[in-house]
């Protein structure tokens, strides 16, 4: 057990729909990243957060947004959900950025599953 | 950007043979390199890491060793076990402050046969 949390752990619903993924952190971790895997795609990372502040966007669509509340959890909006959004949604956190360059670990949750029909 | 390459799979071993997966990585300045394992359902676990160039990263009988003249960190055991069988991720992470995402690899599936 990595100590972050993910609910749902799946997610099934219809094109054109909304869904919200949470994430809880590791205690005392400050970083929360989101990731996407696929098939097509792989793992992609799509954003990350530090104390509650948007650190860095990778892949990520428009329609999809972030964002970390003052507690630390982190949740992923997801809108107008197309067939080829389906896929398993990580999130990770870690303490923060390391020293000399060297960032920490990163921890993984065990996913959300979502399939859009 | 960064990328990394990574052995195509799926690989199927019998138990106690040797494992080789190969990992190749294209980055500016010095990454930090990493081998992360999903088993079946599960979410990704670090494996092992190295930080800087000749590192050595080994944990459960897996070793990586960060060789910046190849751009490579190869993953290597001695006698794999049937619990070994997993997807494999090589990935790493750049230096940059404010670049501390992780890029990975596409994964190798490893099957340990008894």
């Known amino acids: 057990d990595s100590g972050v949390t993910q609910t749902p752990k799946h997610l099934i619903t219809a094109t054109g729909q909304r869904v919200t993924l949470r994430c809880s952190p590791r205690?005392?971790?400050?970083?929360v990243y989101w990731y996407q895997q696929s098939l097509d795609q792989g793992l992609q990372f799509l954003i990350q957060?530090?104390?509650?502040?948007?650190?860095a966007k990778g892949n990520i669509l428009e329609r999809f947004s972030a964002q970390q509340f003052p507690d630390l959890h982190s949740e992923l909006n997801l809108s107008s959900l197309e067939l080829g959004d389906s896929a398993l949604y990580f999130c990770?956190?870690?303490?923060?950025?390391?020293?000399?360059?060297?960032?920490?670990?990163?921890?993984f949750g065990p996913g959300t599953r979502l399939t859009v029909l | 950007g960064d990328s990394v390459t990574q052995m195509e799979g799926p690989v199927t071993l019998s138990e106690e043979a040797f494992l080789t997966i190969n990992c190749t990585y294209t980055?500016?300045?010095?990454?930090?390199l990493f081998w992360y394992v999903q088993y079946p359902g599960e979410g990704l676990q670090l494996l092992l890491k190295?930080?800087?160039?000749?590192d050595k990263g080994s944990n459960k009988g897996f070793e990586a060793t960060y060789r910046k003249e190849t751009t490579s960190f190869h993953l290597e055991k001695g006698s794999v076990q049937v619990s070994d069988s997993a997807v494999y991720f090589c990935?790493?992470?750049?230096?940059?402050?404010?670049?501390?995402?992780?890029?990975f690899g596409t994964g190798t599936r490893l099957t340990i046969i008894p």
């Open positions: 990770a956190s870690s303490v923060g950025p390391g020293l000399d360059g060297v960032h920490n670990e990163q921890f």
């Open positions: 205690s005392g971790d400050l970083s």
């Open positions: 957060y530090y104390n509650g502040e948007e650190r």
């Open positions: 980055a500016t300045g010095y990454p930090s």
């Open positions: 190295a930080t800087k160039a000749d």
């Open positions: 990935a790493l992470s750049g230096r940059d402050f404010g670049n501390e995402k992780l890029t």
